[in-house]
């Protein structure tokens, strides 16, 4: 019921959404009198807001066609180079450039698209050889595709690693740094030729014991029967998934709004001052921002409960306790993949000191193998994100996958 709720108020605002464009539209036209009036710009910018703010949202798209390599421009184009039902694996090859070191940007699975990350893959190209992985919404997913979770997620990072051969980087953001640093120990204990070079973890959930915010709180003072009864609702009959049990992208949307539902407000209603001024640059930088981060996807309702059990209630994989089809993840199998792990200052999601966790428990790895950067002033979003992104954080990475490329 849920879902259909959900549905049902979707269809509504798209349908508000609509009007109030087109009503933004006539009190802006010059051949409407009102126009002209003190109240006809605020009246069509409050429409211009909420239309933008209630409109539906599907899969954004990269847009990145072009990039400058040794000072020169060249053409970028995406090519999907392997399928699998729940995710697949994108390169940005640029035309005309050999080389570099190639790099598989892990993207989270968390309710938002790999475009989330936009930022971070257009800061790495002109040096990388760069992939990255483009998981499916998951209420588009056949039931018969079966089932997705921690354990395929790992798979997943594998047959993605094989498939770009030996001596690749990987780079985690956020959420996939537990998997991803699963796939590194997973594969250097069975001393496989495709294990990473390096893996750079940035704002990861390694260790969530360590500073514990608001996220990590409401993990763990919620036992993991309230998750299963109050999250997960069931894909409606209208998708290609119907029938698949999820944890909606639109419920995790609504949380992480709630979280700082202050700073939106006073976004939107900057953007709505933008509008009367007449700043329509300004107003367009904040649109594009939410057009981005309201467009959200499902994730499969096994992957979002093991996530929830394993990284945040029960800390498997510091404790040393984590399983991969019944086999335990051993950290300490890492013994020759780069490790850098990068926090931000102001993190409201990974606290200090939960990603640089990952370091501690690769005890066999040499301390030489191992980097901790702290971005100073940084929140969660600025990590991979943004103008400290680009100019502070993204040379660290660029220089440790340099040191490691042979």
């Excluded at 939410?290 to 945040?312: G, I, K």
């Excluded at 994989?317 to 993949?337: E, Q, W």
Aim: with cysteine.
């Amino acid at each position: 019921m849920l879902y259909d709720a959900y549905e049902m108020q979707r269809s509504l605002l798209a349908g508000a959404s609509t009007l109030a464009d087109i009503g933004a539209s006539w009190m802006q036209n010059p051949a409407n009198p009102f126009a002209y009036s003190s109240m006809g710009p605020i009246v069509a910018s409050a429409l211009d807001v909420f239309a933008h703010a209630s409109a539906p949202r599907g899969k954004p798209e990269f847009g990145l066609d072009r990039t400058i390599v040794d000072g020169r421009e060249v053409r970028v184009r995406e090519e999907i180079v392997l399928r699998k039902a729940f995710g697949q694996l994108k390169r940005f090859r640029r035309e005309g450039v050999e080389g570099g070191p190639r790099l598989l940007i892990v993207a989270p699975m968390s309710g938002h698209y790999a475009t989330l990350l936009r930022g971070t893959v257009e800061r790495m190209l002109p040096r990388h050889d760069v992939y990255i992985t483009d998981w499916r919404d998951a209420k588009l997913v056949p039931t018969d595709a079966g089932r997705f979770d921690l354990d395929d997620y790992v798979d997943y990072l594998i047959a993605f690693l094989e498939h770009i051969g030996p001596g690749a980087h990987m780079l985690a953001v956020c959420q996939p740094s537990v998997p991803c640093y699963a796939a590194a120990a997973v594969m250097s204990a069975d001393r496989h030729p495709c294990r990473p070079r390096t893996l750079t973890m940035m704002g990861g959930p390694i260790d969530t014991r360590k500073a514990p915010t608001a996220v990590n709180t409401l993990a763990t003072q919620l036992p993991f029967a309230w998750f299963e009864r109050n999250v997960i609702a069931t894909v409606p009959y209208t998708y290609p998934g119907a029938g698949r049990a999820v944890y909606p992208g639109f419920l995790q949307l609504a949380g992480f709004m709630a979280m700082n539902l202050g700073d939106h407000l006073t976004s939107h209603w900057e953007m709505f001052k933008h509008l009367v001024d007449g700043d329509g640059e300004s107003a367009e930088a904040t649109k594009r921002f939410y057009e981005e981060y309201r467009s959200v996807c499902d994730m499969t309702a096994e992957f979002y409960l093991q996530t929830v059990d394993a990284v945040f209630q029960r800390h498997l994989l510091p404790k040393g306790a984590m399983k991969h089809r019944g086999r335990r993840v051993d950290p300490a199998a890492i013994a020759d993949v780069g490790l850098l792990a990068i926090e931000g200052e102001r993190d409201d999601i990974s606290g200090i000191g939960q990603t640089r966790a990952a370091l501690a428990i690769a005890t066999r790895l040499p301390a030489r193998e191992k980097k901790y950067h702290l971005a100073r002033g940084v929140g969660h979003y600025g990590i991979f994100n943004g103008s400290k992104w680009r100019e502070r954080i993204a040379p660290v990475v660029e220089d440790w996958i340099a040191a490691h490329d042979g």
